[in-house]
């Protein structure tokens, strides 16, 4: 079996490890993950970034009317797939509302390695938006909230969203944005439901307790990166699938174990209560696909669950075309 991070690499490599029956787990949202018909060996494990888009464009079109009637949707967008997946679904979504005359997108680019994002901050808040979304990762997620706070942009913006894959609070903390903390005050984040495995809002969550220790044991400060929130919520559904795989007939081959992904209906701990952990063979390759919707409260350092949205086996299998950077 072969573990991936990141969606180009994935992209580059799931053709090959298909062909040769080689599980393949990945660490994105990418909505390519899900084509078991002609992918069948790979599982994405995180929520779509397609899934996510929708969620951000019926977010934005519920409450148009009291925003006055339109919306000017700034996002900075990172140029790569992950990048242009969320910038692209989120205008399919946009094309398909019965609103969509009273929503514009306006994007700018920076590139993944890009030290840092002003220049395109600046342009953005020139279109004086009353939505922003970071399509990024990373150290621009923070940023994101700096320059937001310092072009002036705050005060004029009716919700600024964060992308899930920075929702741990090493990326908006008081310590990461500066002075009391109240720059990302306010923030909203679709979450993917995972918990906030740095915030101490989870101090006594059993799971939680329970992961910061495993690491503990090994020398790892939890505290150091959100990326070890991911890995041992990562590293429990994978657990999951090898204990169930050991015990159907055969063992643990290469076969049951995807055949214990592809049949998994579990309580997940890593998630927020009300997000479902399930696929269903052919018809839903897709783990997680509810969320939370949370807002970032300065005063307590942590994300605020708002409401919980579930959408299980109702995204839509994907066949990745490539040259159109859309699904088929």
Not at 111 to 120: G, H, M, N, S, V
Not at 265 to 271: G, K, S
Request: aromatic share 10%; charged share 20%.
């Amino acid at each position: 079996a072969m573990s991936t991070l990141g969606t180009a690499p994935a992209l580059k490599t799931y053709d090959k490890l298909n062909q040769r029956c080689v599980p393949q787990f990945i660490t994105t949202g990418h909505p390519a993950w899900g084509d078991p018909v002609n992918h069948p060996w790979t599982t994405g494990m995180l929520l779509s970034y397609s899934t996510e888009a929708v969620l951000w464009g019926s977010f934005i079109e519920q409450h148009l009317d009291e925003w006055g009637g339109k919306a000017t949707i700034a996002a900075l967008v990172m140029n790569n797939d992950f990048g242009k997946a969320y910038e692209a679904s989120l205008r399919a979504y946009i094309e398909q509302s019965p609103r969509k005359a009273d929503m514009e997108l306006v994007t700018e680019v920076i590139e993944p390695q890009a030290p840092t994002i002003k220049d395109q901050m600046t342009t953005l808040g020139s279109k004086s938006p009353q939505v922003y979304i970071a399509m990024l990762t990373g150290t621009s997620c923070t940023q994101s909230i700096t320059e937001v706070a310092e072009n002036g942009m705050k005060e004029q913006l009716k919700a600024a969203f964060l992308p899930s894959v920075c929702k741990a609070s090493s990326f908006v903390a008081k310590d990461k944005v500066g002075g009391d903390g109240t720059a990302s005050d306010g923030w909203w984040i679709v979450g993917g439901g995972l918990k906030d495995f740095n915030s101490a809002a989870f101090d006594g969550d059993p799971w939680v307790s329970y992961a910061r220790g495993v690491l503990a044991d090994a020398g790892y400060d939890y505290k150091a990166s959100g990326n070890f929130g991911w890995g041992v919520s990562l590293g429990w559904q994978l657990a999951q699938a090898f204990l169930v795989a050991g015990d159907l007939p055969g063992g643990l081959t290469r076969t049951n174990f995807n055949l214990a992904l592809r049949a998994m209906d579990m309580t997940n701990p890593a998630l927020v209560d009300g997000v479902q952990y399930n696929m269903d063979g052919n018809k839903d390759a897709f783990l997680i696909e509810g969320a939370d919707l949370s807002q970032w409260s300065a005063a307590d350092q942590s994300w605020k669950v708002q409401t919980i949205v579930e959408l299980s086996g109702k995204s839509k299998l994907c066949a990745w075309d490539a040259a159109a950077r859309a699904c088929a």
